[in-house]
């Protein structure tokens, strides 16, 4: 049941309005009680209580609908003009000429004032309000009095995500006039409580949106435009700057309080980031709107800011806002500050490499062997995560159990050092495993090669038995494992895939002693890339599938490599991995763990390493998302969330920690993938570049290969057969080869080549058939004639 006008919280405060002082109020605007007046009687009392008046036509809210263009010059609160518009057509409804009149009026889309923030909210109920519901709810018109000597345009500021600011000349339409919405919405107008008009100055929330709007603020993008904005920014040049999104929320929130005032701002720069060409702008839309949703899960700041929920379209009324505001902005501004931001990524590159001791062990080392640090960290990572048993698992937080298993693409042209990087990876991570055990190193095959390292069929036993439990393929050159995986019917790429999830891995084969079954979470596969730029299109094509999100892009270049090479420190020890009093059958933790590769896992033998909350909350956020249906929603994103997890937990277990990621893991993974997604950019960039200057010189060969073509036409006489054949065409419509055969008589000999001139000067099209011979054929006709 719709509540009755008098216990909104509008309602509230315009009788609270009645008992202020008048030094709060507009002495000489005021709201007249027009309950019970005919329209004519009406608009008399408005322009007697200070309102210029304009007549719309009846079903309309156009003010110009009755007075044409010039109504601003011509609204009146002269007795005898309103009587005489009146006179004419008594059903003329009133619209008041707010800037004239000396006042401003927040016109609210929003059916709950709970819904706002409660500034805003609070400062709203200070106003004079007429309802656009019949009062069912808070939907309608906040009328305001200006100062002597102030006025306000219509731009709303922050308020326009909630509805618009009439200013100037803008209008609103008043009681007792009938709404044009009023049998499909319920619309109707209704002052709960005539009186004076408050001052704007009274409520200074409302002032700072107007304040804080800019000075030429573009309107909201409509939906079309607003998809056509995200369809058309799809750039990924900087991507490392995207992690700033979510930063420039939380600091946003931490400093003011207000989840709106985050979300506007994370917008803004987003948007205007996304058009310099930093990130796709539907990838700006996605994050920011999942961590204002989720913003609304803390009990704490709703208690603060005195909502529980966003208001309805505040999100999307936002991202419009905002759309429309980073247009106005010149890109090369943006990318100036983005080029200042680049110096803050050098801080935080900096900060990690100084964070812990294995960490500038790794620096050092890569720098005492002139090899990059960064791909000395990737190779040296997925080393580490050799020693995690297969049994150790991440959360369910997706559909089951997470796996570790990791990939690495060490990214530089030939000769950049990506094989001896590996070699100074071993060197630098000695890794202590069960009885003694390494990490088994292989090239890399197909799809079933990578099953057959871990199990095999035993022919005196008749069973599949374990070999190993652990395996770091290698390749060097990503374009051998694009070729295999690029093979019609190749299992490679789909096993990676699976892999990389921990899922289990093998094949259904006629030969029973061939379909060998690797069980889920029962092996630790591991791989390192060497991926020349030019040669990684063929992984790049893969994104549907999700193989390139999957790995992590570490560059193999220093510029920053010293003129001295320092000493070597002394070797990161990794393990042993604790040992559970309970799980393997075998004495042994290596030989149990082997036998029991191809023996399905009991998920209440898995060790479960414990992530932090807020982990967890962002890859359940994202994740809900796509279950949801979110259009704005990449499934894929997903993968980049569970490999900045896996970095997280190599910088666990490399800093001697065996049982819960850190936040302080995160957030060095979160710099670790800062340089992944850079390079990986770096990549792609040096693709297109490359495919522009292929395409560049086929376009120019085929250039000169027409011309050529053209000027050897021009030659023996086909000036004047070209002459021929256009004379009769423009008589006769259009010819067939026989007829224009027979019809050049002497100069046939010379018909094919004229007409192949013809066409490519653009005079005549060509269309090619077979004749009833079943011969090849041809007619022409005069180009662009029907």
């Not at 936002?318 to 759309?323: F, V």
């Not at 979470?521 to 063929?538: C, D, E, F, N, S």
């Not at 490999?643 to 277990?653: E, H, I, Q, S």
Request: aromatic share 6%.
């Amino acid at each position: 049941m719709p509540r009755k006008h008098t216990n909104t919280p509008a309602s509230q405060a315009n009788s609270a309005l009645t008992e202020s002082s008048a030094a709060e109020t507009n002495p000489s605007l005021y709201i007249p009680n027009v309950n019970g007046l005919t329209l004519a009687e009406a608009a008399l009392a408005y322009a007697s209580a200070g309102w210029f008046v304009v007549p719309v036509r009846p079903g309309t809210k156009n003010p110009g609908s009755v007075l044409g263009a010039e109504w601003p010059e011509k609204s009146s609160r002269d007795a005898e003009q309103i009587e005489q518009w009146w006179y004419e057509n008594q059903e003329h409804g009133i619209a008041l000429h707010v800037g004239k009149s000396g006042a401003i009026v927040f016109d609210l889309d929003v059916e709950a004032l709970n819904d706002l923030p409660r500034e805003m909210r609070e400062g709203l109920c200070k106003g004079r309000f007429q309802s656009t519901r019949k009062g069912a709810n808070d939907r309608g018109h906040y009328v305001f009095g200006v100062p002597v000597g102030e006025a306000y345009g219509n731009s709303a500021g922050a308020f326009r995500m909630f509805g618009e600011v009439r200013g100037k000349n803008g209008v609103i339409i008043a009681a007792p006039t009938p709404h044009v919405d009023a049998d499909t919405k319920g619309g109707g107008y209704l002052w709960p409580e005539p009186g004076p008009v408050p001052l704007v100055s009274e409520a200074p929330q409302l002032l700072e949106c107007l304040r804080a709007a800019p000075e030429h603020e573009a309107p909201l993008l409509a939906p079309d435009e607003m998809k056509a904005f995200l369809d058309t920014y799809t750039r990924s040049e900087r991507m490392p700057a995207f992690t700033g999104l979510i930063k420039t929320f939380e600091r946003e929130l931490k400093e003011n309080g207000s989840r709106h005032e985050a979300m506007i701002n994370a917008l803004a720069m987003g948007f205007r980031e996304a058009i310099a060409g930093a990130y796709p702008a539907d990838d700006v839309y996605t994050t920011v709107q999942r961590v204002f949703k989720k913003s609304f899960e803390d009990k704490e700041l709703s208690a603060r800011e005195g909502r529980t929920r966003p208001s309805r379209d505040e999100f999307v009324r936002g991202a419009q806002w905002a759309a429309a505001q980073a247009l106005l902005v010149d890109p090369e501004e943006t990318l100036v500050r983005l080029n200042r931001d680049e110096i803050a990524l050098e801080e935080r590159v900096e900060a990690f490499w100084t964070a812990r001791p294995e960490l500038a062990a790794v620096r050092q080392f890569a720098q005492a062997r002139m090899i990059a640090p960064w791909a000395l960290f990737g190779s040296a990572m997925v080393r580490a995560l050799a020693v995690i048993p297969p049994r150790v698992v991440l959360p369910p937080l997706v559909g089951s159990h997470g796996s570790v298993n990791s990939y690495v693409a060490l990214v530089g042209p030939s000769g950049a050092g990506k094989s001896v990087t590996r070699a100074a990876a071993r060197d630098l991570v000695q890794l202590k495993l069960p009885g003694d055990g390494q990490v088994h190193v292989r090239n890399v095959g197909s799809g079933e090669g990578l099953v057959d390292q871990f199990a095999a069929y035993d022919a005196k036993a008749k069973e599949f038995v374990g070999l190993r439990t652990r395996v770091m393929f290698t390749v060097d050159e990503v374009e051998s494992l694009t070729a295999q995986g690029g093979r019609s019917g190749s299992t490679l790429f789909p096993t990676l895939r699976s892999a990389w999830t921990g899922d289990s891995l093998g094949f259904a084969n006629r030969d029973k002693t061939k379909a060998v079954l690797i069980e889920a979470h029962r092996y630790r596969l591991t791989m390192i890339v060497g991926a020349q730029p030019t040669k990684a299109q063929p992984l790049l094509d893969d994104a549907d599938g999700g193989t390139p999100q999957r790995f992590l892009w570490m560059p193999t270049i220093d510029p920053e490599a010293p003129d001295v090479e320092p000493a070597e420190p002394e070797p990161i020890v990794v393990g042993p991995w604790p040992q559970p009093k309970t799980g393997l059958s075998a004495v042994r933790a290596d030989t149990g763990e082997i036998a029991l590769v191809t023996v399905p896992a009991d998920p209440k033998s898995f060790i479960v390493l414990a992530i932090p909350e807020s982990v967890r909350d962002e890859v359940i956020t994202q994740r809900r998302m796509v279950v949801r249906g979110n259009p704005n929603a990449n499934p894929l994103d997903g993968h980049a969330l569970m490999t900045r997890l896996k970095v997280a937990v190599g910088l666990m277990v490399m800093n001697g920690r065996y049982d819960k990621v850190g936040d302080d893991d995160w957030e060095l993974a979160g710099v670790v993938m800062e340089i992944s997604n850079r390079t990986r950019c770096e990549v792609e960039k040096v693709i297109a570049s490359e495919a522009e200057k292929s395409n560049q010189v086929r376009g120019e060969a085929e250039g000169r290969r027409e011309l050529a073509k053209v000027e050897v036409l021009q030659k023996d006489g086909l000036a004047r057969v070209c002459d021929r054949i256009m004379k009769r065409l423009k008589e006769v419509g259009e010819m067939e080869r026989g007829k224009c055969k027979s019809f050049l008589s002497r100069d046939k000999g010379l018909m094919d080549d004229a007409v192949e001139l013809l066409v490519a000067r653009g005079e005549v099209e060509l269309e090619r058939y077979a004749a009833r011979n079943s011969a090849p054929t041809w007619r022409i006709t005069l180009a662009g004639k029907e």
